[in-house]
């Protein structure tokens, strides 16, 4: 039985400490508490009680410290100990524990520089006494754009640190998006985001399908608004026949990323091998060859 929980957020930043509870071979409860800093790793032993020793994992980001627990507890009940290698499973286990989407500032704010000729997790800041009142504004989503670039009949304009600098570290990106008459936003997903999205005009119909593959779909009217969880497939599909439609979303990521379904599967490159296409679909070799060419690939 493996049992792990970490240090609070503020802990795994500043002193990163990885607690963890395994059985060993006598049904007795050691407590292994192993702390990582640049220079040292020091790990002590504590024999307790399983009845006065209670840990709750509260978040889901930490599942995947309790499989390197495993592995370090594993190591240690057989005497196999390799010193080299704890501080590498240590390291990768609070790295992977503690990430976050967006981290947060540690400042007001920081205009974005994308002058930089490099790159990071976000954008470099500019001085903060260079900061003006424009860096915070955006026109970006004022204006429609062109919902004939794609068959669906869609189009997607979106704020971020180039049209609006302020944006950077704030851990949100706004977008408009415009769908023609029987417009569709088809099948995709935002990898690092959330997404709630406001019907501005016309009826749209969206939806999303959670793990279990069942589907979650509303009719939105003018001033209604939907959620969909970060990674879940969704889509928005504009129902009038004759008007087009507006809706606005706000996404919790300064870079939620989009993968639409098909494209993504049809129009790789390199392109995806052909019986993995078909084998996926169910279909023929005719038809990954359609759809390659309907969808541009």
């Known amino acids: 039985m493996i049992l792990c929980c970490p240090a609070g957020p503020a802990n795994l930043i500043l002193n990163p400490l990885l607690t963890c509870l395994a059985m060993s071979s006598s049904n007795a409860l050691k407590l292994l508490k192993i702390t990582f800093s640049t220079s040292t790793l020091r790990h002590q032993f504590y024999e307790t009680s399983p009845s006065n020793t209670h840990y709750i994992c509260n978040s889901y980001q930490f599942l995947i410290q309790i499989h390197f627990c495993r592995v370090i507890s594993d190591e240690l009940s057989m005497k196999k100990t390799s010193h080299s290698l704890l501080p590498s499973l ?19 704010y920081c205009i974005a520089d994308t002058s930089k000729p490099f790159y990071l997790n976000g954008a470099p800041c500019i001085d903060p006494k260079l900061a003006a009142s424009s860096h915070f504004t955006t026109a970006a989503l004022s204006k429609p754009g062109n919902t004939k670039a794609t068959p669906y009949g869609f189009s997607v304009k979106v704020t971020n640190v180039t049209n609006l600098p302020g944006l950077n570290t704030m851990g949100l990106t706004m977008a408009r998006v415009d769908l023609d008459p029987n417009g569709l936003v088809p099948l995709h997903s935002h990898p690092r985001a959330s997404e709630v999205t406001i019907c501005i005009r016309g009826s749209l119909l969206v939806g999303f399908v959670n793990t279990s593959n069942y589907v979650f779909t509303q009719l939105l ?34 870079s939620p990323g989009t993968q639409i379904a098909a494209v993504a599967a049809f129009t790789s ?9 078909k084998k996926s679909f169910q279909i023929s070799n005719q038809d990954v060859t359609r759809i390659r060419r309907n969808l541009g690939g």
């Open 269 to 277: 490159k390199p392109s995806m091998p052909d019986e993995v296409l």
């Open 221 to 254: 009217r003018p001033g209604e608004s939907f959620v969909f969880p970060r990674g879940l497939i969704h889509f928005l599909y504009n129902m009038e026949t004759m008007d087009s439609a507006i809706a606005v979303s706000g996404l919790s990521s300064q």
């Open 90 to 108: 240590l390291t990768l286990a609070l790295l992977l524990g503690s990430t976050k989407a967006d981290p947060h500032p540690l400042q007001d």
